[in-house]
C-alpha cells in the first residue's frame, strides 16, 4: 500500500442492498476503502460484483444501506443533499463508459458545465472569459482543438470520451471517478484516452478510482483491489 | 447558472414545445378576444339595459286621497336647488290600449298568442325641461337615418325637434276636433303601420269615485307627431310620449284646449340626474327621501330608487354571466396547460440521462426541478406575450377585421341588426388582460410542476446505468 499522500477518500463497512419485491439482495458485504492523494487505484471483477455500485456510493450518486464515506473529511452521507451536491460538483470528476454529454450543448459547453452548476448567473458571466480559455485550453490539450463547436453528435466515441474527461477535469477535482472509461471504445482509441487520463492524474496529482476489465491497464496502476460477489478478494500493488 | 441557460437550450433544441407555446399562444389571444367581445357586449347590454332610465327615479302614487301637493313644483324645486342635481323632471305614467280604425288594431286585439304588443305605457313629458333628465331628444333625432346619418325616413321623425309635440305639418287642424300629439315608440309605428299625421286611438280608465265599479273609461283620438328609438326593445314597443299637460286632460276628461282642473292627476313619478352618480346616488337618496319627506311632499307609498334597483335583476344576470363565461373559457387554459404538461413529460423521460449527468455533476434536486418549471415558464413567457398582444390588437380591430372578412369571403359573420349594434362591441379592460396572463402562468407553472417534479425525484444511478 502507497504511504504516501494524504487521505482523500476513506470508505468504512459499505453495504448496499436492494430490495426486489419482498426479498432483499445483499450486493455489497462491507467494503473498507482508502485513497490517497496521487494515488491510481483500480477495481476489477466478474461482471455483477458490485464495482459500479461501489463506485456510485464513494462518488455519492447512491445512498449505502449502511457505512459511511469520508470526503474531504467530511461523512459525506450525512450531510445535507445541498453540500452533498456541492461536494460532488467541487470534489468528484466522473468519466463513465458512455460519455454521458449533453447533446443539446457543444464540446466546450459540454466541458463548462460543471463551472455552470457551481456558479450563479451573475459569478459565471465575470468569469466567463476565464472559463471559456481554460475549457478551450484543455480541449486543445487533448487534440481537439479543431472541435470546440462540435456537438456531442458530431463527434467520435473517443472524441467524445475526451471532451467527457475534460468536463471531469474542469474544476481541479481532487478525486476522479471513471467506470471502464475504455469500455466503449477500440484498443488505440481507449490507449489514447487513458494516456490523456494518466497524464492529467500525474501532473495534477489526483486521485483515481477505476473499475477496468482490461488486466493490462491495472498493471499501470499503483494498486489493484479484486471485487467478487460483493467482497474484496484480493489486493495487489501494482507498478503505478 | 446552468438552469436559465439549459432550459433555454432544451426548449429550442425541442421542436414538439413550440405547440406548447402555440397553445398558451392560441389560448390567451383567444380569452382575451373572446373576454373583450363578451365585456362589450354586457356593457352595450348593460346601457341598453339602463336605456332611458334616469340616475333616481321617484315614484308618486297619484293616489286620489293622498295630501301630497297635485302638482310636481315643489318637488322639482327642492331637487333642483340641491348641487349634486344635474337635473329632475316629472313624469306622468299611464297604462293604455292603442288601437286605429282598420283591420289591424283588431288582428293585434285578438292574437292571444302575441308576444309582441302589451298595453301602451303612455308618458307624460314636459317637453321643455325633459332633456334635463333624460335622452329624450336624442331619442327622436336617431330615428329615421342610415349609417351616415343622413336622413332617409323624414316621414318617421318628429318634424320639429324644438316643440316635438307640437302638430305635425301633415295635420290639418279645420277637419273634426283638435287632437293633441303623441310620439309614439319606433316599434309601436311599424307595427300598427303608423306614419306621422295617423290617428291613433287611446283607451283606458280612471279612478272615479261616483261610478258603482270606482273607475271610468276614458278614450280619446290623438295624431302621430312622429317616432322615437330608445334602442331598447320593450320601450320601444310599448311607450307613447305625450305632453303632460294633454295626458292630464285626458285623464280628467278636460278638453285639449281648456285649463286644468286643481284636482287632476299632475304626475306620478320625478327623475334625477345627478352630476356625479358613482359619488352621490346613496347619499343623495337618503337626503332627498329625508328632505322631502319632511317637507310633506312624499309619504310612505313613494319611493326613491337608484336606476340599477330598477334593474337588479337584469344586472345581476349579466354579472353572472361574464363570471359564468370566464371559467368557462379558462378551460382553454387548462387544455394548454395540459399540453406542457404532455410535451414536458415527454421531455423529462428523454432527458433521463442528462438528469442523471447533471446530478453526477452536483446539480441538487431543487437545481433539476427549477430547470424543468422553467421551460413551463419561457412556454407561458412567449406564449402569452405574443398572445396577450395579439389578442389585444383583434380586440381593438375586430369591428373593422370582421368587415374585411365579410367583404373577402362574401359572408356575414356578424350580423349587426340583430344585436342592435353599430360595430362589434370590445372592451380591452387591462386588468382582464393582466388576469388572463397571470392565470396562464398559474396554469403553465402548476402543469409544469409535475413532470418537474418527477425530473427532480428522479434516481440519477438508474439514469447513468444504461446507455
Ligand atoms: N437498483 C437495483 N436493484 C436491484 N439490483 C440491482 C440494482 N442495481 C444493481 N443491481 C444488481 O447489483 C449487482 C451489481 O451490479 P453492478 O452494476 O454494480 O455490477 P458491475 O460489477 O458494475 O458489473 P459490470 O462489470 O457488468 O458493469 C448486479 O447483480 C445488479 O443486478
Ligand atoms: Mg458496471
Redesign the interface.
Known amino acids: 500500500m502507497s504511504e504516501s499522500g494524504d487521505i482523500v477518500l476513506c470508505a468504512r463497512a459499505i453495504v448496499k442492498r436492494f430490495e426486489s419485491g419482498d426479498s432483499e439482495l445483499e450486493i455489497l458485504h462491507g467494503i473498507d476503502l482508502d485513497l490517497r492523494a496521487g494515488e491510481r487505484l483500480a477495481l476489477m471483477g466478474p461482471s455483477g460484483a458490485g464495482k ?1 455500485t461501489l463506485l ?1 456510493i464513494l ?1 455519492l ?2 445512498h449505502p444501506t449502511y457505512g459511511t464515506v469520508d470526503l474531504d473529511g467530511r461523512d459525506a452521507w450525512s450531510l445535507s ?2 453540500e452533498r ?2 461536494l ?3 470534489y468528484i470528476g ?1 468519466v ?1 463508459q ?1 460519455y ?6 457543444d464540446a466546450v459547453e459540454n466541458v463548462m ?2 463551472a ?6 451573475g ?2 458571466r465575470l468569469d466567463r472569459r476565464a472559463h471559456l480559455a481554460k475549457a478551450r485550453d484543455l480541449l486543445s490539450n487533448f487534440g481537439l482543438a479543431h472541435r470546440l463547436k462540435h456537438r456531442p453528435a458530431q463527434l467520435s466515441g473517443g472524441e467524445r470520451q475526451r471532451v467527457a474527461l475534460a ?1 471531469a477535469l474542469f474544476l481541479d477535482p481532487p478525486l476522479l471517478i471513471a467506470d471502464e472509461p475504455t469500455g466503449n471504445l477500440d484498443r488505440d482509441t481507449g490507449e489514447l484516452v487513458l494516456d490523456l487520463l494518466f497524464r492529467a492524474q500525474q501532473e495534477r496529482n489526483l486521485s483515481l478510482l477505476l473499475v477496468t476489465h482490461d488486466e493490462r491497464l491495472a498493471e499501470r496502476c499503483s494498486r489493484v483491489l479484486r471485487l467478487e460477489a460483493g467482497s474484496i478478494v484480493g489486493a495487489v500493488s501494482g507498478r503505478g | 447558472m446552468y438552469r436559465v441557460f439549459l432550459s433555454w437550450r432544451f426548449l429550442r433544441s425541442r421542436r414538439t414545445n413550440l405547440i406548447g407555446v402555440f397553445g398558451i399562444f392560441l389560448a390567451v389571444g383567444a380569452l382575451i378576444l373572446i373576454l373583450s367581445i363578451m365585456t362589450g357586449f354586457l356593457e352595450e347590454t348593460r346601457r341598453s339595459a339602463r336605456g332611458s332610465l334616469s340616475d333616481l327615479i321617484i315614484t308618486l302614487p297619484p293616489y286620489s286621497d293622498s295630501r301630497r301637493p297635485r302638482d310636481p313644483a315643489p318637488v322639482l324645486e327642492l331637487l333642483r336647488a340641491d348641487e349634486r342635481v344635474e337635473g329632475a323632471s316629472a313624469h306622468l305614467g299611464w297604462m293604455c290600449i292603442l288601437t286605429r280604425q282598420d283591420e289591424r288594431s283588431l288582428r293585434i286585439l285578438v292574437d292571444s298568442q302575441s308576444s309582441e304588443i302589451a298595453g301602451i305605457k303612455l308618458t307624460g313629458v314636459d317637453p321643455a325641461t325633459e332633456d334635463d333628465a333624460t335622452e329624450f331628444r336624442p331619442s327622436l333625432d336617431t330615428v329615421g337615418r342610415d349609417e351616415n346619418g343622413d336622413i332617409v325616413a323624414p316621414r318617421l321623425r318628429v318634424a320639429n325637434l324644438a316643440d316635438p309635440f307640437a302638430a305635425p305639418p301633415e295635420y290639418d287642424a279645420s277637419v273634426g276636433r283638435p287632437r293633441a300629439s303623441v310620439i309614439v315608440g319606433e316599434k309601436v309605428m311599424t307595427y300598427h303601420g303608423l306614419r306621422r299625421g295617423s290617428f291613433i286611438t287611446l283607451m283606458t280608465a280612471v279612478p272615479d269615485p261616483a261610478s258603482d265599479t270606482g273607475w271610468s273609461a276614458k278614450k280619446r283620438e290623438f295624431v302621430v307627431a312622429g317616432c322615437f328609438r330608445s334602442g331598447e326593445n320593450e320601450i320601444d314597443l310599448e311607450r307613447v310620449y305625450i305632453d303632460r299637460g294633454q295626458l292630464a286632460r285626458f285623464l280628467s276628461g278636460v278638453s285639449e284646449d281648456d285649463a286644468l282642473p286643481q284636482d287632476s292627476i299632475h304626475f306620478s313619478e320625478v327623475l334625477v340626474k345627478l352630476k356625479d352618480y358613482e359619488r352621490d346616488a346613496e347619499a343623495a337618496r337618503a337626503a332627498f327621501g329625508a328632505q322631502l319627506f319632511r317637507a310633506g311632499l312624499i309619504d310612505e307609498s313613494c319611493s326613491i330608487r337608484t336606476w340599477e334597483e330598477f334593474r337588479e335583476a337584469l344586472l345581476g344576470a349579466i354579472e353572472n354571466e361574464r363570471v359564468l363565461m370566464g371559467i368557462m373559457l379558462s378551460l382553454i387554459l387548462v387544455v394548454a396547460g395540459f399540453t406542457i404538461f404532455a410535451i414536458l413529460s415527454m421531455m423529462v423521460t428523454e432527458k433521463r440521462r442528462d438528469i442523471g449527468v447533471l446530478t453526477a455533476l452536483g446539480a441538487t434536486p431543487r437545481g433539476v426541478l427549477v430547470l424543468f418549471l422553467l421551460i413551463g415558464f419561457w412556454d407561458a413567457l412567449i406564449g402569452a406575450l405574443f398572445g396577450a398582444v395579439a389578442g389585444t390588437w383583434m380586440a381593438l380591430e375586430i369591428d373593422p377585421l370582421e368587415r374585411k372578412l365579410s367583404e373577402t369571403f362574401g359572408v356575414q359573420i356578424f350580423n349587426r341588426e340583430v344585436y342592435l349594434f353599430d360595430s362589434i362591441p370590445s372592451v380591452v379592460t387591462p386588468l382582464a388582460v393582466a388576469a388572463i396572463v397571470i392565470g396562464a402562468f398559474v396554469c403553465t407553472l402548476v402543469f409544469a410542476a409535475i413532470p418537474a417534479w418527477r425530473a427532480a425525484n428522479l434516481d440519477p444511478v438508474e439514469a447513468l446505468r444504461n446507455e
Open positions: 459500479s456510485h462518488g450518486l447512491e443533499t445541498q451536491a456541492r460532488r460538483n467541487r466522473f463513465f458512455f454521458h454529454l449533453l447533446s443539446e450543448l458545465l460543471p455552470m452548476i457551481a456558479q450563479s448567473r459569478e459565471f468536463r
